[in-house]
């Protein structure tokens, strides 16, 4: 078998994974997505290229799923996730101002992590609680009729 470039990446985690998952039909990639997630913290694409090659499922397929559900991430991922939304209705509500403010406060941009792990910075589409314009989410708390000056405090209850 060719030698592949891989870095340095654990596979253990993914052969237990997939042996654990015997029998994978297509249909359990998001299962298999949910485990390796769980396992490494993100979904690292050399472990997925391995778990291609193990199950036949496509990379194209997997790639699909991941960018389809906001739960994937392909890098290290904070332990906390803000999500500001972009949407019409938040940005005519002043979003750009409040990305403006958190970049500044977590000193990223967005889709970037910070070093210390802590937090990732993401740019979303509506979230359906235009209601609430503009919005962010931090996990799964909501923050809406958001200001500037609401960011620091709001970033600072999430260790
Ligand atoms: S546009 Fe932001 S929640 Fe709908």
């Known amino acids: 078998m060719p030698k592949t470039q891989s870095p ?4 253990g985690p993914a052969e237990k994974i997939l042996s654990e998952m015997k029998n994978t039909e297509p249909d359990s990639l998001i299962p298999i997505l949910q485990k390796l997630q769980e396992a490494y913290g ?4 050399p472990v997925l290229k391995w778990v291609s090659g193990q ?15 906001t739960q994937f991430h392909t ?19 002043g979003s750009p101002r409040i990305s403006e403010r958190i970049s500044k406060e977590l000193e990223i941009e967005p889709g970037a992590t910070t070093k210390d792990m802590r937090f990732t910075f ?25 200001k500037p000056d609401k960011i620091k405090s709001i970033l600072e209850k999430y260790e």
């Open 8 to 11: 340095a990446i654990d596979l």
């Open 75 to 93: 890098k290290p991922h904070g332990r906390h996730t803000v999500r500001i939304c972009e949407g019409t209705a938040c940005h005519v509500k």
């Open 42 to 45: 993100y979904l690292p694409v």
């Open 122 to 146: 993401e740019i979303v589409a509506c979230m359906g609680t235009c209601f609430l314009a503009p919005v962010m989410m931090v996990d799964e708390d909501y923050y809406g009729q958001l």
């Open 55 to 69: 199950t036949g499922i496509p990379t194209s397929r997997m790639h699909g799923v991941i960018t389809f559900y």
